[in-house]
């Protein structure tokens, strides 16, 4: 089955501490997006990435990075800089084009204690 | 800066109720319109889309939505709900200047009761 998988479901992580979250796709989509949930505000988008080896921010990229090395891989770093990073975070993919909608992962919740 | 202003946070419905969802955007030029749902424990899935042509637009589930220029509008429709349609509905739009910016409204929870 295609898809897109975020891995893990549940992350833990202690204040300071960097976390990487992973996201891969097997749609042999180019774009793949980053977006963090938060209860009534919908989703905002993190970072973008059009192509392998190029990616832009978002609206909220501050206290975030990203790598696109592979077409299938998109992980996402929270910092340590990121303030309220505690959230739900959903990664997406599409075919580039106007008119083509985002598939999205399951998310990865995460918690900082 | 585009926006998507997404009315009704929540809304409550018994099962046979019509439902309007209402979706409003801030862009003067061309735009792509998409409504997504989240179900419970689900991901984010495509619901149904507009870029041209006929404006009433029919999507998965027995969903319609109306895209109304003149309103800047998209507004979601089902003239009968049922429990399953209990979900998270979240309206998006993206630009013919930026097509790479899906902008999401705030979402409207949805809850159907038997």
């Known amino acids: 089955d295609g898809g897109i998988t975020q891995s893990p479901k549940y992350l833990f992580r202690k204040e300071g501490q960097n976390v990487t979250l992973s996201c891969e796709q097997n749609?042999?989509?180019?774009?793949m997006y980053w977006y963090r949930q938060d209860p009534g505000q919908g989703l905002r988008l993190i970072y973008y990435?059009?192509?392998?080896?190029?990616?832009q921010k978002g609206d909220i990229a501050e206290g975030y990075s990203v790598s696109r090395e592979k077409k299938e891989s998109f992980p996402l770093t929270v910092t340590s800089a990121q303030k309220n990073p505690t959230a739900f975070y959903l990664c997406?993919?599409?075919?580039?084009?106007?008119?083509?909608?985002?598939?999205f992962g399951d998310g990865t919740r995460l918690s900082i204690l | 800066a585009q926006s998507v202003s997404q009315h009704n946070h929540h809304v409550i419905l018994s099962e046979a109720a019509s439902l309007e969802l209402g979706c409003n955007y801030s862009?003067?030029?061309?735009?792509?319109l998409f409504w997504y749902v989240q179900y419970p424990g689900q991901h984010l899935q495509l619901l149904l889309k507009?870029?041209?042509?006929?404006?009433l637009v029919k999507g998965i589930k027995g969903f319609e939505a109306e895209f109304i220029k003149s309103k800047f509008s998209f507004n979601l429709r089902k003239p009968s709900v049922q429990w399953s349609d209990t979900a998270e509905y979240f309206c998006?739009?993206?630009?013919?200047?930026?097509?790479?910016?899906?902008?999401f409204g705030t979402g409207t929870r949805l809850q159907v009761f038997p």
């Open positions: 990435s059009q192509i392998v080896n190029d990616f």
């Open positions: 997406a993919s599409s075919i580039r084009g106007q008119n083509q909608p985002q598939h």
């Open positions: 998006a739009v993206n630009t013919a200047y930026n097509t790479d910016k899906l902008i």
């Open positions: 749609l042999n989509h180019d774009a």
């Open positions: 862009y003067g030029g061309t735009v792509n």
């Open positions: 507009y870029f041209s042509g006929d404006p």
